[in-house]
Antibody, heavy 113, light 113 residues
Framework: QVQLQQWGAGLLKPSETLSLTCGVY????????WTWIRQPPGKGLEWIGEIHHSGNTNYNPSLKSRVTISVDTSKNQFSLKLSSVTAADTAVYFC???????WGQGTLVTVSS | DIVMTQSPDSLAVSLGERATINCTSSQSIFYRSNNRDCLTWYQQKAGQPPKLLIY???ARESGVPDRFSGSGSGTDFTLTISSLQPEDVAVYYCQQYSSIPYTFGQGTKLEVK
């Protein structure tokens, strides 16, 4: 059974760094990109960026200065770091296979002082 | 960035009737390598991640009922539900994956009349 299981801190203060990890189970981790997408409460979807198992990355230019996506192929995991968060970064964050067919359960990250 | 615009923002359709959602891209999302358009359609129910329905504008994802169909090319695309069922109540999104950053439409809320 294919599972993308994600975890990380759900409550941050402004200026802190968001950190989430996604574990991939039941499906090949190689030869594809892995993606992060977010959705503010009650709003639409925003593509954050993607990483290939080889380590090649592509980022949304609107977030590029603050985003780092990394991969640990030995553990079939990939991670998201978003620095200097503000209330505008409050959202449900999803990890997704880049074919957009398999999604994690989503993690609500709230930024509040 | 390619801007994706959906219409209408909300739609109420009687059970058994046809529902049609439109999506327009601000520029062509055609992929010459395979002569297909880089467009997906998703269904999102409350509290769940989006579910992939259609990719390459008209290819139905495995397991998706055949009442869902995608059409269009170039910059104008349509998602059609041929006979609305109660379980189809959701928000529907289109997305282009032609150029980075991949972008989504604002969503269309589909309800039963």
């Amino acid at each position: 059974q294919v599972q993308l299981q994600q975890w990380g801190a759900g409550l941050l203060k402004p200026s802190e760094t968001l950190s989430l990890t996604c574990g991939v189970y039941g499906i090949s981790f190689t030869a594809t990109y892995w993606t992060w997408i977010r959705q503010p409460p009650g709003k639409g979807l925003e593509w954050i960026g993607e990483i290939h198992h080889s380590g090649n990355t592509n980022y949304n230019p609107s977030l590029k200065s603050r985003v780092t996506i990394s991969v640990d192929t030995s553990k079939n995991q990939f991670s998201l770091k978003l620095s200097s968060v503000t209330a505008a970064d409050t959202a449900v964050y999803f990890c997704v296979r880049a074919r957009f067919d398999y999604w994690g359960q989503g993690t609500l990250v709230t930024v509040s002082s | 960035d390619i801007v994706m615009t959906q219409s209408p923002d909300s739609l109420a359709v009687s059970l058994g009737e046809r529902a049609t959602i439109n999506c327009t891209s601000s520029q062509s999302i055609f992929y010459r390598s395979n002569n297909r358009d880089c467009l997906t359609w998703y269904q999102q129910k409350a509290g769940q991640p989006p579910k992939l329905l259609i990719y390459w504008a008209s290819a139905r994802e495995s397991g998706v009922p055949d009442r869902f169909s995608g059409s269009g090319s170039g910059t104008d695309f349509t998602l059609t539900i041929s006979s609305l069922q109660p379980e189809d109540v959701a928000v529907y999104y289109c997305q282009q994956y032609s150029s980075i950053p991949y972008t989504f439409g604002q969503g269309t809320k589909l309800e039963v009349k």
